[in-house]
């Protein structure tokens, strides 16, 4: 395969270059041999071999390892010979695995290392989190072959004493700067202060003394909770250190005098400049010593820490690098802007270049260079930079603001004590915006709400703030990253707006539901179609109240992430020996199995899809119990306060101590997915699996990806699950053999139908109709037409509607109700005001209690729908693609009881004459339903409880 790189690196490339050409090698997944040509032979560059090893060759080795036999053969043909080559003192300083995979490749004869698993059980070790022994006064790693290989081989060095490092806070507390964070070394305890010191340093330029900050070691349990390692206590890792601003006036005066010398030697004029110092943190625990890059800001205020004005024009700045890693900056502010105005369509900018008299040079904005008028001022001179209005706006980024005087080195516009100006042109506004270092950007977009002020008003969080847009309604959206959305309304008055929000007691569908944990981003749609964000005004910023507000057993924050973006974050609140990894590792490893030996209770656990949805055919079972007087207890398993069962139930939140032991313990247990993978059923206890339909697609084991060799986890996971079974329903003959093979299940299968469905056939069907018609805020008497279809594996991330909905409501009319309902695993779906989302609606089955007409693909949906009778049309845009990368076990083109179409347009023909369709698939819809779904006859709930509790 052709790669466009050579081993021998012609035109003396850099080991920089080569090495970004073997890492977008091994990005893209070229062949091991095209890898090994772009690494060339070894020796040649130390530095470049250590960095290959350690990085990207070292991540494919490891890959090579996992792939099977044939695969780590060829490692061990291309690879031997580069390593023969490599200085001994480079593979003496890798990391600790890496140093064992080479030791290993190099001495262990072929046939071991391909065909058995000595170099896997290495890779499999180092992919845990770090464990480490001590062995008199040094740390060695805990590895396979300890006892076979010499143990230089296991000492830990420089590269693997990397500490994990997090920073909580960033302040100015009586003209010092306080930080506040943790460091440690991930596998190493720091249960005390005793043998345990930290000390935080500032390096600068390498001629520069370093700053050593007053630095104590503090109490800081978030550490443990968030780590890695199980069993591993950091809780004595935390640090506050503090840093006087005189330490680094005296350096910065130093390196000015230097600067000044050598550029006067150049006959030049000396000129302020910036003093960057990195900071580290250095640590001894326990006869470890270690020393790291601070990195990693909590989000919120620590993201925009504030700097502090030394004297006019000077300021001491903490900063973040793109990398994520803390610097302290001593910065003079060499150009300032004085004022910002528009007027007859220019924006002109006047700025202030102290102590410097200069009459020529430039500006610059971003990378575009351009011409500006420097004219001589008592103290400086005064630059006047003019920019039209018109080239502004075809502008989509900001942009910042630059003053290149001739012969002088570029200075960066600060904001000074000038203010922020936002000016609006139509619909778009110029803004001259300071960024979090207090940089001059430039920019021009689509008008924007600032919010001026949050407030919490009891568990309703308040935004103000001002929006100067044309007049008119406006939805503010909140969306989460997997796409869950929700429209809050924007109170206008004039240019201000009020944005009210319960984050506890959120709408959906007429219930009220807590916003799911993660974090939720606030814009709006504006009438143009155009999504435009909402921003914090910079001057609320100092006041904003980032403090978490607790209701509901959740904890909510609106922050300012990335300077002025503002986001709601949401929480569960968690006992602090349930949190993290070791709270995880106590439950699954201790406290579980000593709940399993405990006696049986005769209580009834209920699982849907992980705890996230009161639903499908466990509903079903749940509420059949109920209407029978069954008064035993019932727990139903609650993920991330999604809903709250009905009728009573003991509700136990997943994850919980109380979750471990509600599946420890209860006789019964009721799910329809798989369970959590730290479950292992008992003797005497029945696991009903009522799984989540009869497939159309490939599942389980008939999966591509499940019948590679060696087995991926996924298939020894299900393998484990299965096991467990005690009975599995099937909704048809059709069915169980399928499932049975899919899963390798040879136990009771009952083929009772699916709960479900039961309503569908329901005597009551008509009055449950009407109440989720309302509850969707249908039109009585408008035909219904439900789209859903199922997820695409190879497409996941993809939210286009492949279902013309446009043409379709012009086609249709207005005696048409469209709604789409996207799959779970399936991005949230973008669909127009013209249609129904209905994709966060908890219970599928009443979504076809409504459906006059369903519109899928390759979706169990097809079965479950078949007991209503109604007629279905198959929207197959994709279906030779699908057939071959996921496989169905239908022939559907000859067994679907509707038609089989290939396009958007065909469909939209189908639903327009959809009675005569009807008609003439009246004959397959017959067999269909008697092949699928025999026994979806409304009495399915009824068989299951009565087998089950009999």
Not at 309 to 320: E, M, Q, S, Y
């Amino acid at each position: 395969m052709a790669t466009g790189v050579t081993a021998q690196s012609p035109g003396g490339e850099s080991a920089a270059d080569r090495l970004k050409a073997v890492q977008d090698l091994c990005d893209r997944g070229e062949p091991l041999e095209a890898v090994m040509r772009a690494v060339g032979p070894g020796g040649r560059d130390p530095a470049f071999d250590a960095e290959v090893l350690s990085g990207p060759l070292g991540s494919r080795m490891d890959l090579a390892v996992k792939r099977g036999p044939a695969r780590r053969r060829e490692l061990l043909t291309l690879i031997r010979p580069y390593l023969a080559a490599v200085d001994p003192a480079v593979k003496r300083e890798l990391p600790v695995a890496r140093r064992v995979i080479c030791h290993l490749i190099e001495t262990r004869p072929d046939d071991e290392l391909a065909d058995g698993d000595t170099l896997a059980k290495v890779v499999a070790a180092a992919a845990e989190p770090s464990k480490r022994i001590r062995k008199g006064l040094r740390w060695y790693a805990d590895l396979p072959f300890q006892d076979e290989l010499p143990p230089a081989l296991f000492r830990l060095r420089r590269a693997d004493m990397v500490p994990v490092t997090h920073i909580d806070d960033i302040q100015w507390v009586d003209g010092r700067l306080r930080i506040t964070g943790f460091a440690y070394l991930a596998g190493l305890s720091v249960r005390s202060r005793r043998f345990n010191r930290a000390t935080v340093v500032l390096r600068g330029p390498r001629w520069l003394p370093p700053v050593r900050l007053r630095t104590r070691r503090v109490l800081a349990p978030e550490a443990t909770h968030g780590a890695r390692e199980p069993g591993c206590n950091y809780d004595w890792s935390g640090f506050t250190a503090d840093l006087s601003p005189r330490a680094l006036r005296w350096r910065g005066a130093v390196r000015g005098v230097v600067s000044a010398v050598r550029r006067r030697m150049r006959h030049r004029p000396a000129v302020h400049d910036t003093t960057t110092w990195r900071a580290e943190i250095v640590f001894w625990s326990r006869g470890a010593r270690a020393t790291g890059l601070l990195r990693g800001s909590s989000i919120g205020r620590p993201e925009r820490p504030a700097g502090l004005r030394l004297r006019p024009g000077w300021w001491v700045r903490p900063v973040w690098t793109s990398d994520r890693a803390l610097q302290v900056v001593l910065q003079p502010n060499r150009a300032e802007l004085r004022s910002a105005t528009i007027a007859d369509e220019r924006l002109e900018l006047r700025i202030f270049l102290s102590g410097r008299t200069v009459t020529k040079g430039h500006a610059r904005l971003g990378g575009h260079r351009m011409a500006a008028e420097f004219t001589p001022v008592s103290g400086g001179t005064e630059v006047v930079v003019g920019l039209a209005v018109s080239a502004l706006l075809q502008e989509k980024d900001g942009r910042r603001l630059w003053v290149e005087p001739k012969g002088d080195p570029a200075a960066s516009v600060m904001l000074g004590d000038s203010g922020e100006t936002r000016a609006v042109s139509g619909d778009r506004e110029i803004t001259v915006l300071g960024d979090r270092r207090d940089r001059v950007i430039v920019s021009a977009h689509r008008i924007r709400p600032a919010i001026t002020s949050a407030v919490w008003e009891g568990s309703t969080l308040v935004l103000r703030g001002s929006y100067p847009d044309a007049a008119g309604p406006r939805t503010v959206s909140l969306r989460h990253r997997s796409g869950l959305m929700y429209g809050l309304p924007m109170e206008r008055d004039g240019e201000t707006f009020t944005v009210r929000l319960t984050p506890s007691a959120m709408d959906r569908f007429g219930e009220s539901v807590p916003l799911a944990s993660g974090t939720w981003n606030l814009s709006l749609r504006h009438p143009s179609g155009e999504i435009v964000p909402l921003r914090m005004d910079h001057a609320a910023l100092p006041g904003l109240d980032e403090d978490p507000r607790s209701f509901g057993g959740r904890a909510y924050r609106i922050v300012s992430t990335r300077f002025d973006v503002p986001v709601v974050t949401v929480e569960e609140e968690r006992p602090a020996d349930e949190k993290g990894v070791a709270g995880t590792h106590v439950l699954r490893r201790v406290f579980y199995p000593a709940q399993r030996t405990e006696p049986l209770t005769d209580a009834t656990v209920y699982v849907v899809n992980d705890g996230r949805l009161y639903a499908d055919s466990v509903r079903a079972v749940y509420e059949e119990r109920l209407r029978r007087g069954d008064d035993r207890e019932h727990i139903w398993i609650v993920k991330d306060g999604a809903f709250v069962p009905p009728h009573g139930a003991t509700v136990v939140r997943a994850g919980s101590r109380e979750h471990h032991a509600a599946l420890a313990r209860s006789r019964y247990i009721v799910t329809n997915s798989f369970l959590p993978v730290w479950f292992r059923s008992r003797e005497d206890q029945v696991v009903l699996q009522t799984w989540n339909g009869t497939p159309a697609k490939h599942i389980g084991n008939d999966q591509a990806h499940m019948q590679r060799d060696p087995r991926p986890p996924v298939w020894h996971r299900q393998a484990t699950e299965v096991r467990g079974w005690d009975v599995l329903l099937s909704q048809s003959p059709w069915a169980t053999p399928v499932l049975r093979k899919a899963f390798g299940y040879q136990g009771e299968v009952l083929e009772s139908g699916l709960p479900r469905n039961d309503v569908l056939t329901s005597p009551d069907r008509d009055r449950l109709a009407a109440a989720v018609r309302e509850r969707l805020g249908l039109v009585e008497g408008k035909r219904v037409v439900l789209y859903a279809p199922t997820w695409r594996d190879y497409d996941r991330k993809n939210a286009m509607v492949k279902l013309d909905l446009a043409k379709a409501r012009v086609e249709l009319g207005a005696d048409h109700e469209l709604l789409v309902r996207a799959h779970p695993m399936q991005a949230m779906p973008a669909v127009p005001d013209i249609a129904h989302d209905v994709t966060t609606y908890p219970d599928m089955a009443e979504l076809l209690l409504v459906a006059d007409v369903l519109v899928t693909d390759y979706s169990s949906v097809m079965f479950d729908f078949a007991a209503t009778g109604r007629p279905m049309v198959f929207y197959a845009y994709d279906l030779p693609k699908y057939s071959t990368k996921r496989g169905l076990y239908v022939d559907l083109p000859e067994i679907a009881p509707g038609p089989v179409l290939s396009t958007s347009a065909d469909v939209i023909d189908a639903l327009r004459s959809i009675d005569e369709v009807a008609q003439a698939h009246a004959d397959r819809y017959d067999a269909f339903r008697a092949t699928f779904a025999p026994r979806d006859d409304g009495k399915a709930t009824a068989r299951v409880v009565d087998h089950i509790w009999k």
